[in-house]
Nanobody, 126 residues
Framework: VQLQASGGGLVQAGGSLRVSCAASGGTFSNYGMGWFRQAPGKEREFVAAISRTGDSTYYADSVKGRFTISRDNAQNSVNLQMNSLKPEDTAVYYC????????????????????WGQGTQVTVSS
């Protein structure tokens, strides 16, 4: 499956931004979807994930209550709505897809994802 992320940009602290990921080349509903991010000089970290059906989600503590992940299986897309952004949210955001046996499984570890998008830059100014 191929993943194409979009929607990054520059926003002031406290603002909002939505990043999206379009999938192609596979049966989208077979994949749990996730967002990861990598800031300069830091390792890639988990941000949020959603199950195949969209019924289950999981968030990193650092974004809980501020970010919302959603998916549209009819449109083969997954979105990450980011509110109350902070300068420490600045990073390249990557979407990823991982096959799961159960429809309700929410993959959160990097090794659970076999497909990655190219990343989109999100910069939050103070």
């Amino acid at each position: 499956v191929q993943l194409q992320a979009s929607g990054g940009g520059l926003v002031q602290a406290g603002g909002s931004l939505r990043v999206s990921c379009a999938a192609s080349g596979g049966t989208f509903s077979n994949y749990g979807m996730g967002w990861f991010r990598q800031a300069p000089g830091k390792e890639r970290e988990f941000v949020a994930a959603i199950s195949r059906t969209g019924d289950s989600t999981y968030y990193a503590d650092s974004v809980k209550g501020r970010f919302t992940i959603s998916r549209d299986n009819a449109q083969n897309s997954v979105n990450l709505q980011m509110n109350s952004l902070k300068p420490e949210d600045t990073a390249v955001y990557y979407c990823a897809a991982g096959r799961t046996r159960r429809a309700t499984t929410v993959p959160t570890a990097t090794y659970e994802y076999g497909y990655w998008g190219q990343g989109t830059q999100v910069t939050v100014s103070s």
